[in-house]
Protein backbone atom coordinates (compact mmCIF):
# COMPACT_ATOMS: atom_id res chain seq x y z
CA UNK A 1 0.00 0.00 0.00
CA UNK A 2 3.24 2.38 0.31
CA UNK A 3 3.54 1.99 -3.49
CA UNK A 4 1.46 4.97 -4.05
CA UNK A 5 3.35 5.58 -7.93
CA UNK A 6 5.12 4.43 -11.22
CA UNK A 7 7.39 6.14 -13.38
CA UNK A 8 7.03 6.40 -17.12
CA UNK A 9 9.37 7.52 -19.34
CA UNK A 10 8.19 8.29 -22.82
CA UNK A 11 11.68 7.92 -24.89
CA UNK A 12 11.33 9.72 -27.99
CA UNK A 13 13.73 10.52 -30.98
CA UNK A 14 14.22 14.30 -29.75
CA UNK A 15 12.79 14.40 -25.95
CA UNK A 16 12.98 12.01 -22.97
CA UNK A 17 9.73 12.81 -20.74
CA UNK A 18 9.60 11.33 -17.52
CA UNK A 19 6.59 11.43 -15.19
CA UNK A 20 5.17 10.16 -11.77
CA UNK A 21 1.95 8.19 -12.04
CA UNK A 22 -0.22 7.88 -9.28
CA UNK A 23 -2.55 4.52 -9.44
CA UNK A 24 -5.40 6.50 -10.98
CA UNK A 25 -3.85 7.58 -14.20
CA UNK A 26 -2.52 10.98 -13.24
CA UNK A 27 0.45 12.40 -13.67
CA UNK A 28 1.72 13.72 -10.56
CA UNK A 29 5.45 15.45 -11.74
CA UNK A 30 6.94 15.65 -14.83
CA UNK A 31 10.19 16.54 -16.50
CA UNK A 32 12.04 15.79 -19.65
CA UNK A 33 15.40 15.62 -20.91
CA UNK A 34 17.03 15.78 -24.76
CA UNK A 35 17.14 12.45 -25.82
CA UNK A 36 20.31 13.34 -28.01
CA UNK A 37 23.71 14.56 -27.67
CA UNK A 38 25.24 11.63 -25.55
CA UNK A 39 28.36 10.01 -26.46
CA UNK A 40 26.88 6.97 -24.70
CA UNK A 41 24.01 5.16 -23.17
CA UNK A 42 26.00 5.31 -19.78
CA UNK A 43 26.21 9.20 -20.36
CA UNK A 44 22.30 9.25 -21.28
CA UNK A 45 21.26 7.38 -18.10
CA UNK A 46 23.58 10.20 -16.12
CA UNK A 47 21.32 13.07 -17.39
CA UNK A 48 18.39 11.17 -16.96
CA UNK A 49 19.20 10.33 -13.16
CA UNK A 50 19.60 14.11 -13.15
CA UNK A 51 16.46 14.86 -13.94
CA UNK A 52 13.88 12.03 -12.51
CA UNK A 53 15.82 11.87 -9.00
CA UNK A 54 14.59 15.20 -7.60
CA UNK A 55 10.99 14.41 -8.58
CA UNK A 56 11.42 10.88 -7.04
CA UNK A 57 12.46 12.75 -3.88
CA UNK A 58 9.27 14.93 -4.21
CA UNK A 59 7.18 12.16 -3.87
CA UNK A 60 8.58 10.26 -1.06
CA UNK A 61 11.54 8.28 -2.37
CA UNK A 62 12.09 4.98 -4.22
CA UNK A 63 10.30 3.17 -1.43
CA UNK A 64 6.56 4.87 -2.55
CA UNK A 65 7.63 3.63 -6.01
CA UNK A 66 6.36 0.29 -7.13
CA UNK A 67 8.00 0.04 -10.58
CA UNK A 68 9.29 1.63 -13.86
CA UNK A 69 8.05 1.31 -17.85
CA UNK A 70 9.85 2.67 -20.47
CA UNK A 71 8.71 3.64 -23.93
CA UNK A 72 11.32 3.45 -26.70
CA UNK A 73 11.62 2.90 -30.45
CA UNK A 74 12.83 -0.28 -31.23
CA UNK A 75 12.17 -1.44 -27.47
CA UNK A 76 11.51 -4.66 -26.68
CA UNK A 77 9.32 -6.05 -24.17
CA UNK A 78 10.83 -9.68 -24.02
CA UNK A 79 14.59 -8.98 -23.39
CA UNK A 80 14.10 -4.60 -22.08
CA UNK A 81 16.38 -3.35 -24.52
CA UNK A 82 16.95 -0.88 -27.62
CA UNK A 83 18.46 -2.44 -30.55
CA UNK A 84 19.56 -0.53 -33.43
CA UNK A 85 17.49 2.48 -33.12
CA UNK A 86 17.69 4.42 -36.17
CA UNK A 87 17.27 7.68 -34.76
CA UNK A 88 18.97 7.23 -31.64
CA UNK A 89 23.02 7.76 -31.67
CA UNK A 90 23.52 6.10 -28.73
CA UNK A 91 21.49 3.11 -30.08
CA UNK A 92 21.84 3.19 -33.47
CA UNK A 93 24.27 0.56 -33.86
CA UNK A 94 23.89 -1.56 -31.09
CA UNK A 95 21.90 -3.39 -28.27
CA UNK A 96 21.56 -1.30 -25.09
CA UNK A 97 19.94 -2.91 -22.07
CA UNK A 98 18.43 -0.20 -20.84
CA UNK A 99 15.70 -1.64 -18.71
CA UNK A 100 18.66 -3.03 -16.85
CA UNK A 101 20.49 -0.45 -16.59
CA UNK A 102 17.42 1.86 -15.00
CA UNK A 103 17.09 -0.87 -12.72
CA UNK A 104 20.31 -0.91 -11.44
CA UNK A 105 20.23 2.32 -11.05
CA UNK A 106 17.04 2.56 -9.01
CA UNK A 107 18.23 0.05 -6.58
CA UNK A 108 16.76 -2.83 -8.22
CA UNK A 109 13.41 -1.66 -8.70
CA UNK A 110 11.05 -3.68 -11.17
CA UNK A 111 11.55 -1.77 -14.79
CA UNK A 112 9.98 -2.91 -18.10
CA UNK A 113 10.47 -1.58 -21.68
CA UNK A 114 8.75 -1.59 -24.98
CA UNK A 115 8.46 -0.33 -28.21
CA UNK A 116 7.26 3.55 -27.45
CA UNK A 117 4.05 3.34 -29.70
CA UNK A 118 3.24 0.11 -27.80
CA UNK A 119 3.56 2.66 -24.78
CA UNK A 120 1.06 5.22 -26.31
CA UNK A 121 -1.57 2.20 -27.62
CA UNK A 122 -1.44 1.10 -24.14
CA UNK A 123 -2.27 4.60 -22.72
CA UNK A 124 -4.54 5.36 -25.08
CA UNK A 125 -6.61 2.28 -24.53
CA UNK A 126 -6.97 2.49 -20.51
CA UNK A 127 -6.89 6.14 -20.16
CA UNK A 128 -7.50 7.65 -23.41
CA UNK A 129 -9.71 7.71 -27.09
CA UNK A 130 -8.76 3.96 -27.20
CA UNK A 131 -11.17 2.86 -23.68
CA UNK A 132 -13.58 0.16 -24.58
CA UNK A 133 -11.46 -0.83 -27.60
CA UNK A 134 -10.32 -4.13 -28.51
CA UNK A 135 -8.76 -3.40 -32.34
CA UNK A 136 -7.00 -0.69 -33.00
CA UNK A 137 -3.78 0.69 -34.32
CA UNK A 138 -2.07 3.64 -32.83
CA UNK A 139 0.44 5.61 -35.11
CA UNK A 140 2.73 7.54 -33.82
CA UNK A 141 3.86 10.78 -35.70
CA UNK A 142 7.24 12.15 -34.65
CA UNK A 143 10.59 12.27 -35.30
CA UNK A 144 10.18 8.70 -37.01
CA UNK A 145 6.93 6.65 -37.57
CA UNK A 146 5.96 3.88 -35.04
CA UNK A 147 2.79 1.81 -34.29
CA UNK A 148 1.13 -0.13 -31.55
CA UNK A 149 -1.17 -2.85 -32.68
CA UNK A 150 -4.22 -3.70 -30.40
CA UNK A 151 -5.89 -6.88 -31.27
CA UNK A 152 -8.62 -8.93 -29.45
CA UNK A 153 -7.67 -6.34 -26.44
CA UNK A 154 -4.18 -6.94 -26.63
CA UNK A 155 -0.96 -5.37 -27.55
CA UNK A 156 0.65 -7.78 -30.56
CA UNK A 157 4.32 -8.18 -29.61
CA UNK A 158 5.20 -11.18 -31.96
CA UNK A 159 7.59 -14.24 -31.75
CA UNK A 160 10.27 -11.76 -30.54
CA UNK A 161 9.01 -8.72 -29.30
CA UNK A 162 9.60 -6.66 -32.37
CA UNK A 163 5.71 -6.86 -34.44
CA UNK A 164 4.62 -3.63 -35.23
CA UNK A 165 7.21 -1.88 -36.68
CA UNK A 166 5.04 -0.22 -39.40
CA UNK A 167 7.20 2.72 -39.92
CA UNK A 168 9.91 0.49 -41.76
CA UNK A 169 7.58 -0.85 -44.10
CA UNK A 170 9.12 -0.43 -47.35
CA UNK A 171 6.40 -0.93 -50.38
CA UNK A 172 5.22 2.96 -49.81
CA UNK A 173 7.78 3.66 -52.45
CA UNK A 174 10.08 1.58 -54.29
CA UNK A 175 13.71 2.69 -54.21
CA UNK A 176 12.68 5.65 -52.23
CA UNK A 177 14.23 7.71 -49.76
CA UNK A 178 16.93 6.36 -47.61
CA UNK A 179 15.89 5.82 -44.17
CA UNK A 180 18.38 5.79 -40.70
CA UNK A 181 17.43 2.10 -40.75
CA UNK A 182 19.64 1.86 -43.86
CA UNK A 183 16.84 0.57 -46.37
CA UNK A 184 14.95 2.82 -48.59
CA UNK A 185 11.77 3.81 -48.87
CA UNK A 186 10.39 3.43 -45.46
CA UNK A 187 7.10 4.90 -44.12
CA UNK A 188 8.97 6.87 -41.47
CA UNK A 189 10.71 8.63 -44.64
CA UNK A 190 7.92 10.33 -46.15
CA UNK A 191 5.39 10.21 -43.24
CA UNK A 192 6.74 11.51 -39.85
CA UNK A 193 7.51 14.99 -38.51
CA UNK A 194 11.08 14.78 -40.55
CA UNK A 195 9.42 12.81 -43.22
CA UNK A 196 7.40 15.96 -44.23
CA UNK A 197 10.44 18.67 -43.74
CA UNK A 198 11.99 16.52 -46.38
CA UNK A 199 9.19 16.78 -48.59
CA UNK A 200 9.13 20.30 -48.07
CA UNK A 201 13.01 20.79 -49.53
CA UNK A 202 12.05 18.31 -52.12
CA UNK A 203 8.83 19.99 -53.55
CA UNK A 204 10.69 24.17 -52.97
CA UNK A 205 13.50 22.48 -55.13
CA UNK A 206 11.59 21.14 -58.14
CA UNK A 207 9.61 23.92 -58.71
CA UNK A 208 9.78 28.18 -58.18
CA UNK A 209 5.65 27.97 -56.89
CA UNK A 210 5.38 30.64 -54.58
CA UNK A 211 5.08 29.91 -51.07
CA UNK A 212 5.77 31.25 -47.41
CA UNK A 213 8.06 28.64 -46.67
CA UNK A 214 10.47 30.30 -49.73
CA UNK A 215 11.03 32.78 -46.95
CA UNK A 216 12.57 30.43 -44.75
CA UNK A 217 16.22 28.46 -44.03
CA UNK A 218 15.61 25.66 -46.23
CA UNK A 219 17.61 23.70 -43.78
CA UNK A 220 15.40 24.72 -40.68
CA UNK A 221 11.93 24.21 -41.77
CA UNK A 222 9.85 22.35 -39.53
CA UNK A 223 6.62 20.02 -39.87
CA UNK A 224 5.10 22.93 -37.81
CA UNK A 225 6.31 25.57 -40.34
CA UNK A 226 4.34 23.66 -43.09
CA UNK A 227 1.02 23.51 -41.12
CA UNK A 228 1.16 27.04 -40.65
CA UNK A 229 1.75 27.85 -44.13
CA UNK A 230 -1.43 25.50 -44.68
CA UNK A 231 -3.27 27.16 -42.74
CA UNK A 232 -2.59 30.46 -44.44
CA UNK A 233 -3.86 29.16 -47.37
CA UNK A 234 -0.24 28.69 -49.33
CA UNK A 235 -0.70 26.32 -52.23
CA UNK A 236 2.37 24.41 -51.50
CA UNK A 237 2.23 23.65 -48.36
CA UNK A 238 -1.22 22.18 -48.94
CA UNK A 239 0.15 20.14 -51.32
CA UNK A 240 2.74 19.00 -49.29
CA UNK A 241 0.08 17.32 -46.73
CA UNK A 242 -2.44 16.18 -49.44
CA UNK A 243 0.86 14.54 -50.79
CA UNK A 244 1.95 12.92 -47.05
CA UNK A 245 -1.69 11.96 -46.68
CA UNK A 246 -1.73 10.01 -49.73
CA UNK A 247 1.11 8.08 -48.60
CA UNK A 248 -0.43 7.75 -45.16
CA UNK A 249 -3.63 6.70 -46.13
CA UNK A 250 -2.46 3.92 -48.66
CA UNK A 251 -0.68 2.50 -45.72
CA UNK A 252 -3.38 2.29 -43.56
CA UNK A 253 -5.27 0.57 -46.30
CA UNK A 254 -2.68 -1.98 -46.18
CA UNK A 255 -2.80 -2.23 -42.72
CA UNK A 256 -6.38 -2.95 -42.54
CA UNK A 257 -6.02 -6.15 -43.99
CA UNK A 258 -4.78 -7.86 -41.73
CA UNK A 259 -5.80 -7.05 -38.71
CA UNK A 260 -9.12 -5.36 -39.09
CA UNK A 261 -8.77 -2.42 -36.80
CA UNK A 262 -11.98 -0.49 -35.52
CA UNK A 263 -9.86 2.44 -35.73
CA UNK A 264 -6.73 4.06 -36.24
CA UNK A 265 -4.93 6.64 -33.28
CA UNK A 266 -2.77 9.15 -34.68
CA UNK A 267 -0.21 10.35 -31.95
CA UNK A 268 2.93 12.68 -31.94
CA UNK A 269 3.78 16.12 -33.50
CA UNK A 270 2.06 15.44 -36.81
CA UNK A 271 -1.10 14.62 -35.54
CA UNK A 272 -1.62 18.47 -34.48
CA UNK A 273 -2.76 19.47 -37.99
CA UNK A 274 -6.00 17.30 -37.28
CA UNK A 275 -8.29 17.40 -39.79
CA UNK A 276 -5.77 18.89 -42.25
CA UNK A 277 -4.18 15.43 -42.43
CA UNK A 278 -7.05 13.05 -41.09
CA UNK A 279 -9.28 13.97 -43.88
CA UNK A 280 -7.18 13.17 -46.60
CA UNK A 281 -5.91 10.09 -44.73
CA UNK A 282 -9.49 8.95 -44.82
CA UNK A 283 -10.26 10.00 -48.45
CA UNK A 284 -7.13 7.63 -49.62
CA UNK A 285 -8.12 5.00 -47.23
CA UNK A 286 -11.37 4.77 -48.77
CA UNK A 287 -10.12 5.10 -52.32
CA UNK A 288 -7.53 2.01 -51.66
CA UNK A 289 -8.53 -0.06 -49.23
CA UNK A 290 -10.52 -3.67 -49.70
CA UNK A 291 -14.53 -2.84 -50.19
CA UNK A 292 -15.13 -5.19 -47.31
CA UNK A 293 -13.18 -3.17 -44.80
CA UNK A 294 -14.39 0.38 -46.72
CA UNK A 295 -15.99 3.26 -44.41
CA UNK A 296 -15.65 0.86 -41.18
CA UNK A 297 -12.47 2.22 -39.48
CA UNK A 298 -12.52 5.67 -37.51
CA UNK A 299 -9.78 8.16 -38.11
CA UNK A 300 -9.39 9.55 -34.67
CA UNK A 301 -6.38 11.57 -32.78
CA UNK A 302 -5.01 10.52 -29.14
CA UNK A 303 -7.14 12.15 -26.53
CA UNK A 304 -4.11 13.52 -25.02
CA UNK A 305 -1.01 16.19 -25.54
CA UNK A 306 2.58 15.70 -25.74
CA UNK A 307 3.33 12.47 -24.28
CA UNK A 308 1.04 11.97 -21.98
CA UNK A 309 -1.00 8.74 -23.48
CA UNK A 310 3.23 6.92 -23.85
CA UNK A 311 4.09 8.51 -20.41
CA UNK A 312 0.93 6.63 -18.93
CA UNK A 313 1.17 3.69 -20.99
CA UNK A 314 5.01 2.73 -20.06
CA UNK A 315 3.67 4.07 -16.17
CA UNK A 316 1.36 1.01 -17.00
CA UNK A 317 3.70 -1.93 -17.70
CA UNK A 318 3.48 -4.91 -15.96
Not at 26 to 50: E, H, P, R, W
Not at 61 to 69: P, Q
Not at 120 to 143: N, S, V, Y
Request: hydrophobic share 45%; charged share 20%; proline share 3%.
Amino acid sequence: MNKKYTIGLDLGGTNSVFGIVDHQGNIVLQTSIKTQGFSSADKYLDACMDALMPMIDEVGGLDVIASMGIGAPNGNIYTGCVAYAPNIAWAHECVVPLAEMFSKRLGGMSVKLTNDANAAALGEMMFGAARGMKDFIMITLGTGVGSGIVCNGQLLFGSDGNAGELGHVIAVRENGRLCGCGRRGCLETYCSATGVARTTCQFLMESDEPSLLRNMDIDKITSYDVYKAAKEGDALALRIFDFTADILGKACADMAVFSSPEAFIFFGGLSKAGDMLLEPIRKVYDENVLPAFRGKAKFMLSAFDGSVAAVLGAASLK
